[in-house]
C-alpha cells in the first residue's frame, strides 16, 4: 500500500510511484505537491492520487497548480521584486492578474515567505541557490528588508482568517510591506536606476539643422533717368 511506504524524501517517494506506475509527470508538479502536504507523507500520497485523477493521468505542474490554487514561483518573485522596488500600481496589477485564477491566498503568501527564507540563507550562511532569481534577490535587498518582509508575510498569513475577504487581507499584507519598506531600499533602487542610466545613456539628438536662408534676390537694374530738354 502506498501509505505504508516510508521514504523521507517527498520528491524521491512520489517518483518512484509514478515510474513503476508509468505516469508521466514533470518535476516542478512534484515540488508543489510537496509544498502542498505541509509536511505530511500521507497528505501528499494523497494528494498525487488526486492530481493523477486531475491530469488525467498524468501530473503536470499547471494542473497541479489549478487543482491547489498555488502559483507559479517566478510570480511569487514578481510580487517581492516589486515591493522592493516601491512600485505599488505594478503590485496592484499583479494582485489583479493572479486573482483570476483564484489562488489560495493563504497559499501564496506562505509562498512569499518560504522564498524570503532561501534568500535570507544565501545572504546570511553563504549557501548558494540554483535559482537565479532567488540569487538576484538576495543581492538586491537588504538582510533587515528581508527579515521585516518575512514577518509581515507570516503574520499576515495569521491573520487572514479575520480579513473582510481572503483577497483583501492579502493585498493589505503586500501594502504594509510597501508602507513600512526600509529607507535604504528606497536609496539602492534609486542608486541602481542612476547606475543603469550611466551605463545606458539616452542617445543625444541629432542638432537641429539651421534654417535655410531665402534665396537673394536678383538685384533689380537702377531706373533709366530721362533727360529734360532744355
Given at each position: 500500500d502506498r501509505l505504508y511506504v516510508v521514504e523521507n524524501n517527498f520528491d524521491g517517494q512520489m517518483r518512484h510511484i509514478l515510474e513503476a506506475e508509468q505516469i508521466a509527470f514533470d518535476a516542478e508538479a512534484l515540488d508543489e505537491l510537496a509544498r502542498g502536504a505541509d509536511g505530511s507523507l500521507r497528505d501528499g500520497l494523497s494528494l498525487l492520487d488526486q492530481a493523477i485523477a486531475y491530469g488525467a493521468g498524468k501530473v503536470d505542474a499547471a494542473d497541479v497548480r489549478q487543482m491547489l490554487g498555488s502559483i507559479e514561483r517566478g510570480q511569487v518573485y514578481g510580487l517581492?521584486?516589486?515591493?522592493?522596488?516601491?512600485?505599488?500600481?505594478?503590485?496592484?496589477?499583479?494582485?489583479?492578474?493572479?486573482?483570476?485564477?483564484?489562488?489560495?491566498?493563504?497559499?501564496?503568501?506562505?509562498?512569499?515567505?518560504?522564498?524570503?527564507?532561501?534568500?535570507?540563507?544565501?545572504?546570511?550562511?553563504?549557501?548558494?541557490?540554483?535559482?537565479?532569481?532567488?540569487?538576484?534577490?538576495?543581492?538586491?535587498?537588504?538582510?533587515?528588508?528581508?527579515?521585516?518582509?518575512?514577518?509581515?508575510?507570516?503574520?499576515?498569513?495569521?491573520?487572514?482568517?479575520?480579513?473582510?475577504?481572503?483577497?483583501?487581507?492579502?493585498?493589505?499584507?503586500?501594502?504594509?510591506?510597501?508602507?513600512?519598506?526600509?529607507a535604504d531600499a528606497k536609496a539602492n533602487v534609486t542608486a541602481r536606476s542612476a547606475e543603469a542610466a550611466k551605463a545606458n545613456p539616452a542617445a543625444p539628438r541629432p542638432a537641429a539643422a539651421a534654417p535655410k536662408a531665402p534665396p537673394a534676390r536678383e538685384a533689380a537694374d537702377p531706373p533709366t533717368q530721362t533727360g529734360t530738354s532744355a
Open positions: 517581492i521584486e516589486s515591493v522592493h522596488a516601491g512600485d505599488g500600481a505594478k503590485l496592484m496589477a499583479q494582485v489583479e492578474h493572479l486573482a483570476e485564477f483564484a489562488p489560495d491566498f493563504a497559499g501564496v503568501l506562505d509562498d512569499i515567505a518560504a522564498a524570503l527564507h532561501r534568500v535570507q540563507i544565501v545572504q546570511l550562511v553563504g549557501t548558494a541557490d540554483s535559482d537565479l532569481r532567488i540569487a538576484a534577490l538576495a543581492d538586491a535587498l537588504g538582510a533587515e528588508e528581508v527579515q521585516l518582509y518575512y514577518q509581515i508575510a507570516t503574520t499576515g498569513r495569521r491573520d487572514l482568517p479575520i480579513a473582510p475577504t481572503p483577497r483583501a487581507g492579502f493585498e493589505m499584507t503586500l501594502l504594509r510591506m510597501l508602507a513600512f519598506r526600509p
